[in-house]
T-cell receptor, first 111, second 115 residues
């Protein structure tokens, strides 16, 4: 079946630091990959996505590249802000049409 | 503003109560979903509706009963719940069901506490 594994949190860092959240997946075929973000007290928002190998998704300074050879979709941001504090979810959708989520990584950015 | 709204945002109910969660999407989508988000567990897909027909039911207990009267509205009827059902219930929608690249858009969720 399909599964997503992300690095365990929580992650705490200072403003302007570099953020990486690792995500790897297991799936047959060519899934589409997503990063969702959940701010405190809110639902999930799509942050970025990539639908085929070597695609790079980007939004709000975040980037992730679909790496089929390593089955990875790591999320990066070069300079985080306090407002980036949230829970980040890696997810995939495959030919079973079901969105599979990782467990989520809590990120706290301190001023 | 994601275009998907949910009411109520918070709900406390006893185990013998009957309540309903409501979801409405303003995106013109054809597919809608219910998810359960529990602490320290991945999101669990509960139900999927496509064009008002249920296409997925992931072994959810019968005390959860979904209803989709039209493509814009989705309900989750709750009765005789257990304390372990306390969670954040998220609604989502997508343009269609069955496309491998479909992006799902989520509502803010209903935080449910069962006493």
């Amino acid at each position: 079946g399909n599964s997503v594994t992300q690095m365990e949190g929580p992650v705490t860092l200072s403003e302007e630091a570099f953020l990486t959240i690792n995500c790897t997946y297991t799936a047959t075929g060519y899934p589409s990959l997503f990063w969702y973000v959940q701010y405190p007290g809110e639902g999930l928002q799509l942050l970025l996505k990539a639908t085929k190998a070597d695609d790079k998704g980007s939004n709000k300074g975040f980037e992730a590249t679909y790496r089929k050879e390593t089955t990875s979709f790591h999320l990066e941001k070069g300079s985080v802000q306090v407002s980036d504090s949230a829970v980040y979810f890696c997810a995939l959708i495959n030919n079973d049409y079901k969105l599979s989520f990782g467990a989520g990584t809590t990120v706290t950015v301190r001023a | 503003e994601t275009g998907v709204t949910q009411t109520p945002r918070h709900l406390v109910m006893g185990m013998t109560n009957k309540k309903s969660l409501k979801c409405e999407q303003h995106l013109g989508h054809n597919a809608m979903y219910w998810y359960k988000q529990s602490a320290k567990k991945p999101l669990e897909l509960m139900f999927v509706y496509s064009l008002e027909e249920r296409v997925e039911n992931n072994s959810v207990p019968s005390r959860f009963s979904p209803e989709c009267p039209n493509s814009s509205h989705l309900f989750l009827h709750l009765h005789t719940l257990q304390p372990e059902d306390s969670a954040l219930y998220l609604c989502a929608s997508s343009q269609d069901w069955g496309g491998g690249t479909e992006t799902q858009y989520f509502g803010p969720g209903t935080r449910l506490l069962v006493l």
